[in-house]
């Protein structure tokens, strides 16, 4: 046991903090400062607006950016992460909170927290990297029309409908607008999206979302429109740290969707990363104290009222873009962020909402990459069909199902690929030392098959099934060397193939079997089978002689004479005296008339080579 738990000690410590970030963050700290700055400034209308979509309320929001955004910056696994709350997680938390209420998601938020710093010291982050691409793009898309909609409400100026189900939900605040319709509220939305949207391609430096703001606020409140309805009241600071909301019975109820949240905080926050590592030369994260960063924060957030956080691929963005090189830059961003709520808490609740939405639309909206898109789907047929099922999925059911179907079909079609790839081809006998009329011979009674590829549950029945319907022949050679993967599906069918064959009286020899696949049919009783003799073999014609020799005692060849090289003087003789024919083989008596009793020249070499008895050229059959 205390080897155990030195060993968790050890893994722990490898995910804390080091002297190298120490050394990051002193390199350029203006940079990292300004940048900070900026991040900040960009985040403070997405925290704000994540944080009411979520049903918590701007503050939950802002609790997170500052809280979870401090945490992951110092102990994750990125330099340049920007952590808080994101439209991802928003989408998944707002059927939590309809239906276990505020209380439900922040212990969400603190079990996923958990999980994570668990998968972090499992060392689960490397294996995030083989989610194929089409989900993550399919995801993308989906999510991008989730957040899109569910700011329809308050875009459209009209309170939020009951329902789960963004669709019906959208659906429903539509029908409300077209009955009493708010355009006050409708054009702060669609000009602040505007702004954004054609500000981020005019100058992309500029933080337009932050200005439309500022601009929707200030007319909102000089003309007094109350059809643009603010934020609200704010707490002036971040509420004491709290466990009150902690329900121990209600652990186990809430475990699934901890499950989903964990699962999706890890995904995004580890493809956020990877995306700021190819934005840049020289950075590399770590997977791990990447979830471990985000665990932590997790764990903390909803002590502050906050909801569950992730890696922000958009803040993150925005962060390399400005030049930060440390994870200063995230800490400072955070810091920002505390400052405001502490000093600006009564500026920021006139902020109207329909601000807010339209500033989450321009964000959709910018999530969506029509080249990456178009790309994916010209790509291969199986790609677009990933990529449109889990968008489909996303919108549809949420994004927890729309992964899982993601991954799945990917699974399947990639196992389809594979199994395409493997090859049962009948092959010809190695001709080796015998001779033409030998090797035709032998080619009557022996059939060699080669197996290509994996021989596992997807492709072994598909080509197997061919083997046991071999006819007209005494044995079957099975090559296997180009076997290169081999499941217990594989070894089984094959054996249930070779067990047919034995009760038709084919033997069936194998060659070239590998040591791992050997571990495998000796498994399931197959390896026995295909041995003769108790013997192996390793080569080709190693098994093309074991099968003569079973062909010679079953009586069905003639034995082999004991020197049948091409050099010996029993074949040069034959060959001199008896000659092949290419098509009617070893000519053993001459054309034309023979004198009784005379014998064939050279008659008594080929004797005395091959045979002390019999007729003249009998040595020679075979030879």
Same mark, same amino acid.
């Given at each position: 046991?205390?080897?155990?738990?030195?060993?968790?000690?050890a @893994?722990?410590?490898?995910?804390?903090?080091g002297?190298?970030?120490?050394?990051e963050v002193?390199?350029?700290?203006?940079?990292?400062?300004?940048?900070?700055?900026?991040?900040?400034?960009?985040a403070?209308?997405?925290?704000?607006?994540?944080?009411?979509s979520?049903?918590l309320?701007?503050?939950?929001?802002?609790?997170?950016a500052?809280?979870?955004?401090?945490?992951?910056?110092?102990?994750?696994?990125?330099?340049?992460?920007?952590?808080?709350?994101?439209g991802a997680?928003?989408?998944?938390?707002?059927?939590?909170v309809?239906?276990?209420?505020?209380?439900?998601?922040?212990?969400?938020?603190?079990?996923?927290?958990?999980?994570l710093?668990?998968?972090?010291?499992?060392?689960?982050?490397?294996?995030?990297?083989?989610?194929?691409?089409?989900?993550?793009?399919?995801?993308t898309?989906?999510i991008?029309?989730v957040?899109g909609?569910?700011?329809?409400?308050?875009?459209?100026?009209?309170?939020?409908?009951?329902?789960?189900?963004?669709?019906?939900?959208?659906?429903?605040?539509?029908?409300?607008?077209?009955t009493?319709?708010?355009?006050?509220?409708?054009g702060?939305?669609?000009?602040?999206?505007?702004?954004?949207?054609?500000?981020?391609r005019?100058?992309?430096?500029?933080?337009?979302?932050?200005?439309?703001?500022?601009?929707?606020?200030?007319?909102?409140?000089?003309?007094r429109?109350?059809?643009?309805?603010?934020?609200?009241?704010?707490?002036?600071?971040?509420?004491?740290?709290?466990?009150?909301?902690?329900?121990?019975?209600?652990?186990g109820?809430?475990?699934?969707?901890?499950?989903?949240?964990?699962?999706?905080?890890?995904?995004?926050?580890l493809?956020?990363?990877?995306v700021?590592?190819?934005?840049?030369?020289?950075?590399?994260?770590?997977?791990?104290?990447?979830?471990?960063?985000?665990?932590?924060?997790?764990?903390?957030?909803?002590?502050?009222g906050g909801? =569950?956080?992730?890696?922000?691929?958009?803040?993150?963005?925005?962060?390399v873009r400005?030049?930060?090189?440390?994870?200063?830059?995230?800490?400072?961003?955070?810091?920002?962020l505390?400052?405001?709520?502490f000093a600006?808490a =009564?500026?920021?609740?006139k902020i109207?909402?329909?601000?807010?939405?339209g500033?989450?639309?321009?964000?959709?909206?910018?999530?969506?990459?029509?080249?990456?898109?178009?790309?994916?789907?010209?790509?291969?047929?199986?790609?677009?069909?990933?990529?449109?099922?889990?968008?489909?999925?996303?919108?549809?059911?949420?994004?927890?199902?729309?992964?899982?179907?993601?991954?799945?079909v990917?699974?399947?079609?990639?196992?389809?690929?594979?199994?395409?790839?493997?090859?049962?081809d009948?092959?010809?006998?190695?001709?080796?030392?015998?001779?033409?009329?030998?090797?035709?011979?032998?080619?009557?009674?022996?059939?060699?098959?080669?197996?290509?590829?994996?021989?596992?549950?997807?492709?072994?029945?598909?080509?197997?099934?061919?083997?046991?319907?071999?006819?007209?022949?005494?044995?079957?050679?099975?090559?296997?060397?180009?076997?290169?993967?081999?499941?217990?599906?594989?070894?089984?069918?094959?054996?249930?193939?070779?067990?047919?064959?034995?009760?038709?009286?084919?033997?069936?020899?194998?060659?070239?079997i590998?040591?791992?696949?050997?571990?495998?049919l000796?498994?399931?009783?197959?390896?026995?089978?295909?041995?003769?003799?108790?013997q192996?073999?390793?080569?080709?014609?190693?098994?093309?002689?074991?099968a003569?020799?079973?062909?010679?005692?079953?009586?069905?060849?003639?034995?082999?004479p =004991?020197?049948?090289?091409?050099?010996?003087p029993a @074949?040069?003789?034959?060959?001199?005296?008896?000659?092949?024919?290419?098509?009617?083989?070893?000519?053993?008596?001459?054309?034309?008339?023979?004198?009784?009793?005379?014998?064939?020249?050279?008659?008594?070499?080929v004797?005395?080579?091959?045979?002390?008895?019999?007729?003249?050229?009998?040595?020679?059959?075979?030879?």
């Open positions: 046991m205390s080897t155990v738990f030195s060993h968790v000690r @893994r722990v410590a490898a995910l804390l903090p002297r190298t970030d120490l050394t002193r390199r350029d700290p203006r940079r990292d400062l300004l940048a900070g700055l900026t991040v900040a400034i960009v403070l209308p997405l925290a704000l607006g994540f944080g009411v979520s049903g309320g701007a503050e939950a929001g802002l609790a997170t500052v809280v979870a955004g401090a945490i992951a910056a110092v102990f994750g696994g990125s330099n340049l992460q920007v952590s808080g709350p994101t997680m928003t989408v998944v938390l707002v059927p939590i309809g239906e276990y209420g505020p209380t439900g998601v922040l212990t969400v938020g603190l079990m996923a927290g958990v999980l710093v668990a998968l972090a010291v499992l060392r689960a982050g490397r294996y995030m990297r083989y989610i194929p691409a089409p989900v993550v793009e399919g995801f898309l989906g991008a029309c957040i909609l569910q700011q329809v409400p308050n875009a459209l100026g009209v309170p939020k409908p009951e329902g789960d189900r963004v669709l019906v939900v959208t659906w429903r605040a539509v029908e409300e607008f077209a009493s319709p708010n355009w006050t509220a409708l702060f939305a669609v000009a602040v999206a505007v702004v954004m949207l054609v500000g981020a005019w100058r992309p430096t500029v933080p337009f979302s932050i200005l439309a703001v500022i601009t929707a606020t200030v007319v909102a409140q000089s003309a429109l109350d059809a643009a309805k603010p934020i609200g009241d704010l707490p002036s600071g971040l509420p004491l740290p709290s466990l009150s909301f902690l329900d121990l019975g209600s652990l109820t809430l475990l699934a969707p901890a499950v989903a949240v964990a699962a999706l905080a890890a995904l995004e926050s493809l956020s990363a990877s700021a590592d190819g934005m840049t030369v020289g950075q590399q994260h770590d997977p791990d104290r990447e979830l471990f960063g985000q665990g932590l924060a997790n764990i903390a957030a909803p002590l502050f909801v =569950p956080a992730t890696g922000a691929i958009a803040r993150t963005a925005v962060n400005t030049g930060a090189g440390s994870r200063l830059a995230s800490l400072t961003h955070a810091a920002v505390a400052i405001i709520v600006a =009564p500026l920021v609740s109207p909402l329909a601000a807010l939405a500033v989450l639309l321009a964000t959709a909206i910018r999530m969506v990459e029509v080249g990456s898109l178009k790309a994916m789907a010209k790509a291969t047929r199986s790609d677009a069909l990933i990529l449109a099922l889990t968008a489909l999925a996303t919108l549809a059911l949420d994004l927890v199902y729309a992964v899982i179907i993601g991954l799945v990917a699974g399947g079609l990639a196992l389809r690929a594979v199994a395409k790839q493997a090859r049962f009948q092959v010809p006998l190695d001709r080796g030392n015998h001779s033409v009329e030998e090797h035709a011979l032998l080619a009557e009674h022996i059939v060699a098959y080669r197996i290509d590829g994996p021989l596992f549950f997807a492709a072994a029945h598909r080509f197997l099934l061919e083997l046991t319907e071999v006819a007209d022949v005494r044995v079957v050679i099975l090559r296997m060397s180009r076997v290169s993967t081999m499941d217990a599906t594989g070894a089984l069918v094959l054996k249930d193939a070779v067990q047919k064959l034995h009760r038709r009286g084919i033997l069936v020899l194998a060659s070239g590998r040591a791992g696949q050997r571990q495998v000796d498994s399931v009783g197959a390896l026995e089978l295909l041995r003769h003799d108790s192996e073999y390793a080569t080709t014609p190693d098994a093309i002689r074991a003569r020799h079973h062909l010679e005692t079953a009586g069905v060849l003639p034995a082999l =004991p020197t049948s090289s091409p050099h010996s @074949r040069k003789a034959c060959d001199e005296h008896f000659p092949l024919h290419p098509a009617r083989g070893r000519l053993l008596r001459r054309s034309g008339p023979m004198a009784a009793g005379a014998q064939h020249p050279g008659a008594a070499d004797r005395a080579a091959g045979s002390d008895h019999g007729a003249p050229g009998e040595a020679c059959v075979g030879v």
